[in-house]
Structure formats: C-alpha cells, structure tokens
C-alpha cells in the first residue's frame, strides 16, 4: 500500500483544515488508518484511527472535540478534520495504515505516508 498524504497549509488559530491520504495498492478497505504528528524536537504522537470499516473511531486527548477521522472506502482515502485549531498542532501530519485499530493506535502499523505539513499561526 501506498499513502499519499495531503491538505496542509498554514492557517490562523481558530481555523480549520481538511487532510487527505489517498492509497494505492492492495484493498484499502482492509486496513484501519490512522493519523499520527510530530512537531519540532518531539518525537511522532498519535491523533486518531479509524476501522476498516469506518464504524469505530479513537481519538488522542488532544484530538477529542476538534478533530474528525472519517473515511470513504470507495475513494480510498482517509480524511482528518481538523477545527478550532491551535498553534500547539502545529507538527508534520503522517496517515499510517494498519491490520486493526488498537494496533494503529500503538503505532504498530504496516504502512506510512509522506507527511504533510500543519503550521498554525497564533
């Protein structure tokens, strides 16, 4: 599988942005997909995943209330919300793929796109 990430800017704190991560390859609706960050000097932290079959979501505490995972099967592409924004989310944005949630959730993942770069300004 290939994932292609995209959809990052720079936006003023308040703002919203929408990230993509299109796949290629084997059946993309056979893996959860996840969306983890890392910002400046720190390492890479996980933000949300989601199921295969987008019926289960999980969200790290700084996600909860302001980001949204969703997916779309038929698109291969997994998407992330992101609303109310702080200039502490600013980070690289990677989508990651994986065999089941929890395992996406540890980072225990069997794929990784590019990143794609979030920069809030305050």
């Known amino acids: 599988v290939q994932l292609q990430a995209s959809g990052g800017g720079l936006v003023q704190a308040g703002g919203s942005l929408r990230l993509s991560c299109t796949a290629s390859g084997p059946p993309f609706s056979a893996y959860a997909m996840g969306w983890f960050r890392q910002a400046p000097g720190k390492e890479r932290e996980f933000v949300a995943a989601?199921?295969?079959?987008?019926?289960?979501?999980y969200y790290a505490d700084s996600a909860k209330g302001r980001f949204t995972i969703s997916r779309d099967n038929a698109k291969n592409t997994v998407y992330l919300q992101m609303n109310s924004l702080k200039p502490e989310d600013t980070a690289v944005y990677f989508c990651?793929?994986?065999?089941?949630?929890?395992?996406?959730?540890?980072?225990?993942?069997?794929?990784w796109g590019q990143g794609t770069l979030v920069t809030v300004s305050s």
């Open positions: 990651a793929a994986g065999s089941d949630i929890i395992r996406v959730h540890l980072g225990r993942t069997d794929y």
């Open positions: 989601i199921t295969w079959s987008g019926s289960g979501t």
